[in-house]
Nanobody
């Protein structure tokens, strides 16, 4: 059984910063990738940032230069530092982890979501 616990969302003014955290716990054999998606009202869920096991990162074009994803392997935790936030960043942010609980195929796990609201 795997659990993902997110924290760090909230209300911030345009130009402000927030840091999201997501800790994975439970039976974890190996982690392929950790990342963040977001879903705004009336829109599809989209990838924000991802970090894979070798340390490579991917970012949505809309957040490049403003958001930074990082990972603490010892704690099975992924972070998303969000700077220069804009109203269009407002969404529910979901942690995503692709992992194996035993040797074999890997599976996606999702956090419960944390609301980020950027407004003056």
């Amino acid at each position: 059984q795997v659990q993902l616990v997110e924290s760090g969302g909230g209300l911030v003014q345009p130009g402000g910063s927030l840091r999201l955290s997501c800790a994975a716990s439970g039976t974890i054999f190996s982690i392929n990738s950790m990342g963040w998606y977001r879903q705004a009202p009336g829109k599809q869920r989209e990838l924000v940032a991802q970090i894979i096991s070798g340390g490579s990162t991917n970012y949505a074009d809309s957040v490049k230069g403003r958001f930074t994803i990082s990972r603490d392997n010892a704690k099975n935790t992924v972070y998303l530092q969000m700077n220069s936030l804009k109203p269009e960043d407002t969404a529910v942010y979901y942690c995503n982890v692709m992992l194996r609980v035993r040797p074999g195929p890997s599976y996606d796990y999702w956090g419960q979501g944390t609301q980020v609201t950027v407004s003056s």
